[in-house]
């Protein structure tokens, strides 16, 4: 996801234990453990939304394709 190798990520984790201190470092783990969580779920909820909405509009689109169907075979007879 973010291309971060593990020299990044010791970096990463000595500025963070620098500026924050080891006390207060897992509750910050944690807090962004759980913010991540709940950003995937959210980005997880939106793709679901976004695929029930094309299968109801699949769904439109078929019976809308069957009625206009129907009406052209009406409208054939009508010309016979």
Do not use: C, H
């Not at 959210?42 to 939304?49: F, P, R, T």
């Amino acid at each position: 996801m973010f291309n971060i190798g593990m020299s990044e990520m010791i970096l990463i984790f000595i500025v963070a234990l620098i500026v924050f201190g080891p006390d207060k470092l897992p509750e910050i783990a944690r807090t962004l453990g759980k913010s991540a969580r709940e950003l995937k779920k959210a980005g997880d909820d939106l793709v679901e939304a976004a695929t029930d909405t094309k299968r109801a509009a699949d769904i439109e689109v078929v019976g809308v394709r069957e009625s206009l169907s129907k009406f052209k075979e009406a409208q054939a007879m009508m010309k016979d």
